[in-house]
Nanobody, 125 residues
Framework: EVQLVESGGGLVQSGGSLRLSCVAS????????ITWARQAPGKGLEWVST????????SYDDSVKGRFTISRDNRKNTLYLQMNNLESEDTAVYYC??????????????????WGQGTQVTVSS
């Protein structure tokens, strides 16, 4: 069974940090580019970051650039999102998604893949 399981969310004060994890199973993890996206209350899904299958390339939305870092450990079939200097606007459910699209192609269609169930991040001001 193909599965992505996110964890690491929680409640943190503004300016704090969290590290999210996404553990993959049921597919060849290092063949897939991975995306983090988020959905704030009452809003649509918002792309956050994408990393290539090898981990050599990564892109970020301007709203998180310089604060968030995406990484992956292909030996552990795990994706990470290190989030620093969190702001109340970062409050959302965070999802990871995987796709076999080539990295550059995936950036054009970051929602084209299969998804985990999400983890809640709440930032208090």
């Amino acid at each position: 069974e193909v599965q992505l399981v996110e964890s690491g969310g929680g409640l943190v004060q503004s300016g704090g940090s969290l590290r999210l994890s996404c553990v993959a199973s049921g597919f060849t993890f290092d063949h897939y580019a991975i995306t983090w996206a988020r959905q704030a209350p009452g809003k649509g899904l918002e792309w956050v970051s994408t990393i290539s299958s090898s981990g050599d390339s990564a892109s970020y939305d301007d709203s998180v650039k310089g604060r968030f870092t995406i990484s992956r450990d292909n030996r552990k079939n795990t994706l990470y999102l290190q989030m620093n200097n969190l702001e109340s606007e970062d409050t959302a459910v965070y999802y990871c998604s995987a796709s076999t699209r080539a990295y550059d192609d995936y950036l054009q269609c970051p929602y084209d893949g299969f998804w985990g169930q999400g983890t809640q991040v709440t930032v208090s001001s």
